[in-house]
């Protein structure tokens, strides 16, 4: 399991260049731009083992919050591979303002001079325009991580927990810990 | 940078605001942590529906630029949520809020991970929350219809482009940035030329 790098001061600032220059590149989020960070951080350098770099992704996506933790995860092994959790923690900071400083800079000026120029037909053109495909975008969305990459029949208890999932909070107002937690128990009893 | 007024549309109709940077910090971080398996859902739940601080429409269209945006979504949609209040300050508040103790609990799983990344129920079950977190997303995307049915292209060519959204993103698997360009280009140029007609 452990696997131990040596990480130069500079290996550390090339780690923090790769993630500026891929946080512009995160169009449509963070996990788009994962296999280029596979690319990098296993294939090239070895600095991750590829086990590492999943259980990365995984665990973000399993717990609360924003899944581009699953970036400062990354950091963290790195940190660890590198020799304990001083750097690991390291990691985490250099990995993850790597990934939001550009694309949060860049976000938070352009959101404010959209709000400036609100009435601009531009504008106005823009964010309505882009109304029905993000609204379609966010129902497409919810289908490809409900059917997974390719189509298994064999997984249809999990469509139907997605399905009615979907129907149960488009029509009541139930709290979304509790479907959480039906879900999590179904799973560990083996019956989805 | 100073804050923005965060009343543009019409008042009334209950609309709330955050009270304050700590009400921003504690509110996104609560936020943050119901959101397993991706925060949005409980996003528009509580600022929309519960909080009350954006309508259905000023929700679609902070996230149409939170998506089109590089970055994480939800975090350019905390950053430009916190901005509209409080700033440059707000901002940065709000995305605090929905890192800090997400990031913390984060590091602590991955540190227990070691010990029970073997047992077969855990796994089980963490599939079936990423199937219901599949369904919460698709929840949100159904709740925000309704609010296309002002849209100045109106309703026959909202669905025309969503069915395409739809196809192209879940059927086809086309590359995101793709179905951006081609559909939101047209459409927002179609969105253009009404605007300007009216």
Not at chain 1, 88 to 105: H, K, R
Not at chain 1, 123 to 147: C, D, E, S, Y
Request: charged residues 10%; proline residues 4%; positive net charge.
């Amino acid at each position: 399991m452990t696997h131990a790098i040596v990480m130069t001061g500079a290996d550390w600032v090339s780690l923090l260049l790769h993630y500026l220059m891929l946080s512009l590149l995160a169009i449509g989020g963070a996990i788009t731009t994962a296999p280029d960070m596979h690319r990098f951080l296993v294939d090239e350098r070895h600095w991750l083992t590829d086990p590492q770099f999943s259980a990365s992704v995984a665990i973000a996506q399993a717990a609360p919050g924003p899944n581009v933790l699953f970036v400062a995860l990354m950091g963290w092994n790195v940190g660890l591979n590198a020799g304990g959790l001083s750097l690991a923690a390291l990691g985490v900071v250099l990995a993850l303002v790597g990934i939001l400083l550009p694309s949060t800079t860049l976000t938070y000026l352009a959101a404010q001079w959209g709000h400036r120029n609100r009435d601009l037909r531009g504008v106005r053109a823009f964010k309505q325009g882009m109304a029905p495909i993000v609204v379609a975008l966010l129902v497409a969305t919810g289908w490809v991580l409900a059917t997974g990459a390719s189509y298994n029949a064999h997984d249809w208890p999990l469509w139907l927990v997605a399905a009615v999932t979907a129907v149960v909070v488009w029509r009541t107002r139930i709290h979304l810990l509790w479907l959480l937690g039906a879900g999590a128990v179904l799973g560990w009893f083996g019956l989805v | 940078m100073t804050p923005l007024p965060a009343a543009t549309a019409t008042a009334g109709s209950g609309r709330a605001q955050p009270e304050s940077l700590t009400d921003l910090f504690v509110s996104f971080t609560l936020l943050a942590l119901q959101g397993f398996g991706g925060v949005l859902a409980v996003v528009q739940r509580e600022l929309v529906e519960r909080k009350r601080w954006m309508t259905r429409e000023e929700f679609i269209e902070e996230w149409a630029v939170a998506q089109i945006m590089p970055g994480p979504n939800v975090v350019n949609l905390a950053l430009m949520i916190g901005g509209r209040y409080f700033g440059l300050r707000g901002a940065l508040v709000a995305l605090a809020g929905m890192l800090t103790a997400p990031l913390v609990v984060v590091i602590v799983l991955a540190l227990l991970y070691a010990h029970f990344a073997d047992n077969p129920h855990l796994a089980a079950a963490l599939r079936g929350m990423g199937a219901v977190a599949a369904g919460l997303i698709t929840a949100t995307g159904l709740k925000l219809l309704g609010a296309l049915k002002q849209h100045p292209l109106g309703v026959p060519a909202c669905i025309a482009f969503g069915v395409a959204t739809f196809i192209g993103v879940a059927v086809l698997r086309l590359p995101l940035a793709w179905v951006l360009a081609a559909l939101g280009g047209l459409s927002c140029w179609l969105t253009w030329h009404k605007l300007g007609a009216a």
